[in-house]
């Protein structure tokens, strides 16, 4: 019984996990991970884009999905994985999406136990919306 | 003859081409058809620029022409689920045998989403003072994800107007694609034709 609370205790402190949605899709998200809903990524060639530009950034922790980076045609969604080491900034990740040729409409970056919601506004500029400790948002 | 060289390879390089790709991308395209052998290359230097050049080769006059690319994205669309594009093209370069020169300009727009897409673009070219027409509607009968062959059946219309005529041609294309790589395959009875592009 003791070791079994251990380990519940251990499962407690070390996971940090939660869900959020896109286009009526839950996603899990998991510690040092981020969920980025991409306008106009409809087709395979536009994703593979996105792809090479985060394999060549120095942030994401390609152990994780393909690469480190997980892609969803159909919700129009990236999934990616994130270096434990890096406190990211997200205007980062709008940059490679954006080199790519496409726009951000809703970001989530859970990192430090911390799930945040950033929206980009009608000028373009990212804009964190909403904190949350590891509990869901919805769209 | 020469009109209708210049005109199929009007036809030919537009209709495949992505115009722009992301920034330092990379495209290397080949195309083959009855009428010529044409390679082309280039690179993005941003998100709605891309220069690059192209060998082409006339298979029946041995006749040989080194272009450059210039793609210009001026405006794209982006929503959800779908997107559209307006671009401006232009191209010059040499016949390497006699270094006569040619150039072109064209504007370019279109909107897919995952199963619909149509595309129109107006080119004008000098050698030939011709004007030329493509019109693309594509229909893809199902969607797939990131690691699966998408299909795309389209019928592509060709308008060319030149010394007061107006020539029309009809055919159909399959497109395949995956990931990086996508080939095409066009035949109207008459004139078949393969591509295979890929970006990295």
């Known amino acids: 019984m003791k070791n079994l609370l251990i380990f519940i205790l251990?499962?407690?402190?070390?996971?940090?996990?939660s869900k959020v949605s896109i286009q009526d899709k839950e996603i899990e998200i998991n510690e040092n991970e981020a969920v980025v809903e991409v306008l106009g990524m409809v087709c395979s060639m536009c994703a593979f884009g996105i792809g090479e530009g985060f394999a060549k950034t120095d942030f994401i922790d390609k152990s994780k999905f393909t690469d480190g980076v997980a892609v969803d045609i159909d919700a129009?969604?990236?999934?990616?994985?994130l270096l434990e080491s890096t406190n990211i900034n997200p205007e980062k990740i709008v940059q490679v999406i954006e080199d790519a040729g496409y726009d951000v409409n809703l970001l989530f970056i859970l990192q430090n136990e911390k799930l945040t919601k950033f929206s980009t506004d009608k000028l373009g500029i990212l804009q964190p919306i909403a904190f949350n400790l590891t509990s869901n948002f919805d769209n | 003859m020469l009109r209708k060289f210049f005109a199929l390879i009007i036809l030919f390089s537009a209709i495949s081409a992505h115009p722009v790709?992301?920034?330092?991308?990379?495209?290397?395209?080949?195309?083959q058809n009855p009428s010529f052998n044409d390679i082309r290359f280039g690179v993005s230097k941003s998100s709605n620029w891309l220069i690059g050049g192209r060998f082409l080769e006339d298979?029946?006059?041995?006749?040989?022409?080194?272009?450059?690319?210039?793609?210009?994205?001026a405006k794209r669309w982006n929503n959800r689920n779908s997107q559209a594009n307006l671009y401006l093209?232009?191209?010059?370069g040499l016949n390497t045998k006699n270094s006569k020169s040619m150039g072109s300009i064209g504007i370019h727009g279109d909107w897919e989403d995952r199963r619909f897409m149509v595309m129109q673009m107006l080119e004008y070219y000098s050698h030939s003072s011709a004007l030329v027409s493509n019109t693309r509607l594509a229909y893809s009968p199902y969607t797939v994800d990131y690691s699966k062959t998408s299909t795309w059946l389209i019928a592509h219309y060709r308008i060319e107007y030149s010394d007061n005529k107006y020539s029309y041609m009809l055919f159909p294309v399959v497109r395949l694609f995956k990931k990086?790589?996508?080939?095409?395959?066009?035949?109207n009875g008459g004139n078949t034709f393969l591509s295979f592009m890929t970006h990295f």
């Open chain 1, 76 to 81: 129009q969604y990236v999934q990616l994985g």
């Open chain 1, 10 to 17: 251990f499962l407690s402190l070390g996971f940090s996990q």
């Open chain 2, 180 to 187: 990086n790589y996508l080939v095409e395959i066009g035949s």
């Open chain 2, 59 to 73: 298979r029946k006059s041995n006749e040989t022409f080194a272009l450059i690319n210039n793609n210009y994205l």
């Open chain 2, 89 to 92: 093209l232009s191209s010059v």
């Open chain 2, 21 to 31: 790709i992301f920034k330092n991308g990379k495209v290397f395209w080949l195309s």
